[in-house]
């Protein structure tokens, strides 16, 4: 059984940062595509960026710039550095990964509120 267990949310005001982290346990055999996904009140899920076991990172136009995705393969972790937080970008963080246990298939973590106050 896989599990992802994200961390780091919480309240921030305009402009600050938080840095959001998500650890996959269970038993894994690789870990192809991990990103992190956001869904507001009222609105679709929406992708917010993404990076696969090579480095290779994806970013949602209105997070570029500000937002930075890595991932430690070795830790099977993957963190958010979210910077000049706006509060439109209040909503619930999901992690998600495509993972090989014995064939591929996509998790997803229980979410992490993320609120910015003007």
């Known amino acids: 059984q896989v599990q992802l267990v994200e961390s780091g949310g919480g309240l921030v005001q305009a402009g600050g940062s938080l840095r959001l982290s998500c650890a996959a346990s269970?038993?894994?055999?690789?870990?192809?595509?991990m990103g992190w996904y956001r869904q507001a009140p009222g609105k679709q899920r929406e992708l917010v960026a993404s990076i696969t076991s090579g480095g290779s990172t994806n970013y949602a136009d209105s997070v570029k710039g500000r937002f930075t995705i890595s991932r430690d393969n070795a830790k099977n972790t993957v963190y958010l550095q979210m910077n000049s937080l706006k509060p439109e970008d209040t909503a619930v963080y999901y992690c998600?990964?495509?993972?090989?246990?014995?064939?591929?298939?996509?998790?997803w973590g229980q979410g992490t509120q993320v609120t910015v106050s003007s």
């Open positions: 269970g038993t894994i055999f690789s870990i192809n595509v």
């Open positions: 998600n990964g495509l993972i090989t246990t014995v064939v591929p298939k996509n998790y």
